[in-house]
């Protein structure tokens, strides 16, 4: 209980504030956990975070050790979708009221479904102020909440209703007020929820990438420990309508075959399949065998942060600085094999773990055969959105205007990257520049009277972002403006 005279306010967990170093370097998991929200995707930026939202380690799911590994190889921003089966249930208490014959006056219900809410308790004690109440709530034995000098059933619904531990509902007692206050009740713990776990299969895995909205922007997309069709395919399609890259692994023993053959399946400039699974420290004197998207993911923010996402985070780039060894050490001909089979293959070399291919699993020869074309595209077409926002409901005027303030910030995305050499320029036969590796139109050719009546405004993104000399065309599309009055 706590000590005489002490009041704690609630504090409101509101998610990290400072501005993220490198956003495109994002990591997106789903999987279960031992709590968390499962209606919207929850963010963290370390594991004082995952802890704290999600709960604990636990051996049947493979989310936190993805997380601590991204977060200890220096990853900075990760989401969560949290996985639960159809019939998760969350944990309650109902607290009846003062009367004489008391009725049910207040449910507290936890924050969110599985069996954590038997760790969650609820105190109830007279008001430092008169005809008033306070409800303290702690989680194994930590005070968490604590509301005082609350003096209705309402007043306390809306007091917990940013808790990250339990929601109250005013049941609405009938007795006359201030009695249908709750009683005073020694600390008190929810009843078991369930999180449905052993009903969750790889469709419920594919529903939970839901959660991450375009909102959120690109990144990198897993479901670590999960394998097979299913989840393959639920990432790949979710990559290509939300412009992310997907992590992939198989089994943990596959085979060099297996891999190859898995990965020829997939066949996306989207994802890359990534083998073999790693061995990490258990932080009790053994190890620990995890899938090794985390830590591929965690590469590909240093090369983020470092130069940007034209920038293949293999080779030095990928050395480990936490990972013990592999599970499975290939040789050079497997490592070969694996290349040539689109398997990005982690490898001991050079008395180091590192990731030693950015491969995507596409069988394109040629503009797709890094995941960092498509990487670097979908990065494009997030940065060019996020600025054609400030034009929307604007007028197409007829002098063109609007038109040549929307090429002018597109250059001004593009003319950056190309002096740091994020594009290949094409060259004449003596060596002069024809143009920097991208052009932009806004024109009558993209922008028609037939378009401009439907009020919108288009935009031509092309860049070339490998020597082989292609232009990648992006269309890009603003709605909401207004035609041809300005």
Not at 58 to 77: I, N, P, Q, W
Not at 118 to 123: D, G, I, M, P, S
Not at 352 to 373: D, E, F, K, N, V
Request: with cysteine.
């Amino acid at each position: 209980m706590p000590g005489p005279g002490v009041i704690v306010s609630t504090t409101t967990r509101i998610g990290p504030t400072a501005p993220l170093r490198a956003p495109s370097g994002k990591y997106f998991v789903v999987g279960l956990t031992e709590r968390g929200d499962t209606t919207k995707a929850i963010q963290v930026r370390g594991m004082a975070d995952v802890s704290a939202l999600t709960g604990a380690r636990v051996t049947y799911g493979a989310a936190y050790d993805s997380l601590k590994m991204y977060f200890d190889e220096g990853g900075e921003a990760a989401y969560i979708g949290r996985v639960v089966g159809p019939a998760a249930t969350k944990g309650t208490l109902t607290l009846v009221d003062r009367a004489g014959s008391p009725l049910n006056t207040i449910r507290v219900d936890a924050q969110n479904a599985g069996a954590w809410s038997t760790q969650v308790q609820v105190q109830v004690l007279d008001g430092t102020l008169s005809n008033t109440f306070r409800i303290v709530v702690t989680l194994n034995g930590v005070l968490v909440e604590d509301n005082n000098n609350l003096a209705t059933p309402a007043a306390a619904v809306l007091a917990f209703s940013e808790s990250n531990y339990v929601r109250l509902t005013d049941l609405g007692s009938a007795t006359a007020a201030p009695n249908n206050n709750p009683a005073v009740l020694a600390a008190t713990a929810l009843s078991a929820g369930s999180d449905d776990r052993a009903s969750v299969t790889s469709a419920h895995y594919v529903t939970a990438l839901a959660l991450f909205t375009k909102d959120y922007g690109d990144g990198a997309v897993a479901a670590p420990g999960q394998n097979g069709s299913t989840i393959w395919s639920g990432i790949n399609t979710h990559c290509i309508a939300y412009n992310r890259i997907g992590l992939l692994a198989d089994t943990v023993n596959a085979s060099v075959a297996t891999l190859v053959t898995d990965a020829s399946g997939i066949n996306s400039e989207y994802c890359g399949m990534f083998a073999p699974w790693v061995k990490v420290s258990d932080g009790a004197g053994g190890t620990r065998t995890i899938s090794p998207e985390g830590y591929v993911a965690a590469c590909r923010w240093r090369a983020h942060f470092d130069t940007g996402p034209w920038r293949a985070p293999g080779g030095q780039m990928g050395v480990s600085n936490t990972i013990l060894d592999v599970n499975t050490r290939y040789t050079d001909s497997e490592g070969s094999t694996l290349n040539d089979g689109r398997v990005s293959a982690i490898r001991f070399i050079a008395n180091s773990i590192r990731l030693y291919g950015w491969r995507s699993t596409s069988s394109t020869t040629r503009s797709w055969y890094h995941l960092i074309y498509r990487d670097f595209l979908n990065s494009l077409v997030y940065q060019a959105g996020a600025v054609l926002e400030q034009y929307v409901f604007q007028t197409i005027d007829r002098k063109g205007q609007l038109l040549a303030a929307v090429n002018g910030a597109l250059v001004g995305i593009c003319l950056p990257l190309a002096q740091k050499n994020a594009f290949y320029p094409l060259l004449n036969g003596a060596g002069e520049e024809v143009d920097p590796g991208f052009q932009v139109d806004t024109g009558s050719n993209v922008n028609t009277p037939t378009t401009i009546a439907q009020n919108q405004l288009n935009a031509k993104l092309s860049v070339r972002v490998s020597p082989s000399g292609e232009l990648i065309t992006l269309n890009i599309v603003k709605a909401d403006l207004l035609d041809g009055l300005g």
